[in-house]
């Protein structure tokens, strides 16, 4: 380049390697057609998703990443018996039109190409974003920090979020050739580092050549992140204690309303035997007939800000004892406590398991119907305005539990506490994942008691301070 010459702006160029770029991909796809068979396209189709015989979609959002994948990184199969015999073998589409018919190529399109095969496919994070001109991003697995001009990509993306893709460098610009069309909250990260630790055992580096080694095993962890996205599967539920969520009714015969009740009142001992007994009802001769009461536990292992647990709801009802619980665990603990406190007083008779979406159903009615009709249970914050003081206590019990979070096995640090995923570094990283989806949702879903400041203390407390992004967390489309 000449002294006086200026560089060429990013912005133009960019434009021009777009234009030389959608010139070009009619060019590889008839190559394709006629070199290996029309029926290719098919093959690679159902080699990127699994050879699960899906068809191809012609029409699917996927397409812009498969087709880069089929373009540049798909090769004829040993198996693969719909191509063309004469069809080249451990080639891929675009490096055969190079080939056989490079020298019929605009130069910049010969270099693209050249580009194109070099660049793996990787899983990118996004470090920092200015939508509508590109992005600055994070290669998961080698490192490397890219500065990428990308005006369609960016628009969407947001600080942590991670996507699939190829990234390609032509002349000092970098652009996406594939970007997948979902983004992946930071989360969802664990997976991998997961691979990566396992690249790392077997290389001294991650280099572009490794990546393209775990081309297939990169492609499958894509597929399943789309299946977790767009298909997401009923959570598993549990109760508050992290039992497995089993709605069921536990029947017994019992001889005596008032010896049931003399021998449960202190399951519930945040009232007294005379609070519960305001609310029950006797017979003519004054004895007591039915009753109902909460059965409770003093605080909570999972929440640390509770003071209580509620374990189920007791009905004393004539002849008839039965509790609503949540969890088989608590079911058979209930059975050894009347058998313990009852004995032949008390004679099991059933349980009764519910389904758990009419349980759910039936549980919301209860709560509305059990609600104080002076207030608006459906908008907290008109619960709020009518009694100011909730807000504080419940922002002292959100205070807390955040406040013992870092001591708290967390499942998505791989059942370790904050501290001791501190220590290494895929914890660390996860753990930084995890709180950037945390403060992400701390400003999408705001929430009494939870800003970003609550994380920006925890990254303190865990030595992440200079980990906290410097840009605003932009509001989800």
């Not at 990509?153 to 600080?159: P, V």
């Not at 006797?282 to 909460?294: N, T």
Request: hydrophobic residues 40%; glycine residues 6%.
């Amino acid at each position: 380049m000449d002294g006086n010459e200026q560089p060429k702006p990013a912005n133009l160029f960019w434009h021009r390697l777009h234009a030389s770029r959608n010139e070009l991909i009619p060019k590889i796809l008839d190559h394709a057609a006629k070199t290996f068979g029309v029926a290719a396209i098919d093959e690679a189709w159902s080699e990127f998703h699994g050879w699960n015989d899906e068809p191809f979609d012609p029409k699917s959002p996927e397409l812009q990443v498969f087709m880069p994948w089929f373009f540049y990184n798909w090769t004829v199969d040993i198996g693969e018996t719909d191509v063309l015999d004469s069809a080249p073998k451990d080639v891929p589409p675009a490096l055969s039109l190079l080939n056989r018919r490079g020298a019929f190529l605009e130069p910049l399109q010969r270099e693209y190409i050249e580009a194109c095969l070099s660049a793996p496919f990787s899983f990118f994070e996004v470090a920092s974003c200015h939508p509508g001109q590109g992005f600055q991003l994070n290669d998961i697995f080698s490192g490397e920090i890219l500065d990428v001009v990308e005006k369609m990509g960016s628009e969407n993306a947001g600080i942590g979020d991670i996507f699939f893709g190829k990234a390609v460098t032509v002349q000092g610009l970098t652009t996406m050739e594939a970007t997948s069309s979902i983004l992946i909250p930071p989360i969802y990260k664990a997976p991998l580092l997961k691979i990566r630790k396992t690249m790392e055992r077997h290389y001294k580096s991650i280099t572009p050549e490794v990546l393209r080694e775990y081309d297939i095993e990169l492609i499958e962890q894509y597929q399943d992140y789309r299946e977790q996205l767009l298909n997401p599967q009923m959570p598993i539920l549990s109760n508050s204690d992290g039992d497995p969520f089993v709605p069921q009714k536990v029947f017994f015969e019992i001889v005596s309303p008032q010896d049931a009740f003399e021998a449960l009142k202190d399951l519930n001992f945040a009232e007294t035997a005379e609070d519960l007994l305001q609310d029950a009802e006797f017979g003519d001769d004054k004895k007591l007939m039915r009753i109902q009461l909460a059965w409770l536990k003093k605080g909570n292992k999972k929440n640390k800000g509770w003071d209580n647990t509620v374990l189920g709801h007791i009905t004393i009802d004539r002849s008839s004892l039965m509790v609503d619980v949540n969890s088989e665990k608590r079911a058979k603990l209930f059975r050894r406590l009347v058998t313990k406190r009852l004995g032949v007083q008390a004679r099991y008779k059933t349980t009764l398991i519910e389904a758990i979406e009419p349980a759910l159903k039936r549980k919301a009615r209860q709560a509305e119907e059990e609600s104080d009709t002076s207030a608006n249970f459906e908008d907290p914050k008109m619960l709020m305005a009518e009694d100011p003081g909730l807000v504080g206590e419940l922002t002292k019990i959100i205070a807390a539990h955040w406040d013992g979070w870092i001591h708290e096995k967390v499942p998505a640090l791989g059942n370790k506490t904050p501290i001791q995923a501190a220590k290494s570094k895929d914890g660390k990283e996860m753990l930084i994942a995890l709180l950037t989806q945390f403060e992400r949702e701390a400003v999408n879903h705001p929430q009494v008691g939870v800003t970003v400041q609550t994380f920006k203390k925890i990254r303190d407390q865990l030595g992440l301070s200079d980990t906290t992004d410097k840009h605003s967390y932009p509001q989800r489309r």
